[in-house]
């Protein structure tokens, strides 16, 4: 199996896991447990970043992939997609602006920006896992 057949399934994986640490650190955080909420944030970082590296090796390698599914999916699924990528790139630099908040221990700014980062991101994931179901499992 070569990496355009393998990557896909890769980056689902660490998307995934990193939808864990999102769901893991938000309910940490609210339990008050800040040690492990750093930990399971960090974790999310990490993840994506993984993710990201593995997702822009993929598509640098691999042909485009097209949605074979027919009918009113169709929209639904570009719609879907539309927004994931537009709100990734969105949520990419609001991530790094929180983190970098957190480390610096600004933790006046951090929830702030966090509120706002963490719905979108849990966005991100979710919906590119739903996309990956769509093209490699649902709608072959």
Same mark, same amino acid.
């Given at each position: 199996?070569? *990496?355009?057949? $393998?990557?896909?399934?890769?980056t689902?994986?660490?998307? &995934?896991?990193?939808?864990?640490?999102?769901? &893991?650190?938000?309910?940490?955080?609210?339990? %008050?447990?800040?040690?492990?909420? #750093?930990? *399971?944030?960090? %974790?999310?970082? *990490?993840t994506?970043?993984?993710? =990201? %590296?593995?997702?822009?090796?993929?598509?640098?390698?691999?042909?485009? @992939?097209?949605?074979?599914?027919? %009918?009113?999916v169709?929209?639904?699924?570009?719609a879907?997609?539309?927004?994931?990528?537009?709100? !990734? *790139?969105?949520?990419?630099?609001?991530?790094?602006? $929180?983190?970098?908040? !957190?480390? #610096?221990?600004? @933790?006046?700014?951090?929830?702030?920006?966090?509120?706002?980062?963490?719905?979108i991101? =849990?966005?991100?994931?979710?919906?590119?896992?739903?996309?990956?179901?769509?093209?490699?499992?649902?709608?072959?």
């Amino acid at each position: 199996m070569n *990496a355009a057949n $393998t990557l896909p399934h890769v980056t689902a994986g660490l998307n &995934a896991l990193a939808l864990c640490f999102l769901i &893991a650190g938000f309910t940490f955080i609210r339990r %008050g447990r800040k040690d492990l909420h #750093k930990r *399971a944030m960090l %974790g999310a970082v *990490a993840t994506s970043t993984l993710f =990201l %590296g593995f997702y822009i090796v993929y598509h640098f390698a691999a042909p485009i @992939f097209v949605f074979r599914g027919t %009918g009113p999916v169709r929209p639904v699924y570009y719609a879907l997609l539309i927004s994931h990528v537009v709100l !990734a *790139a969105l949520v990419t630099p609001m991530i790094a602006i $929180t983190l970098l908040r !957190a480390l #610096k221990g600004d @933790f006046k700014a951090h929830p702030r920006i966090a509120r706002w980062t963490l719905p979108i991101w =849990l966005y991100v994931s979710v919906t590119g896992i739903v996309v990956y179901l769509m093209l490699y499992h649902i709608y072959l």
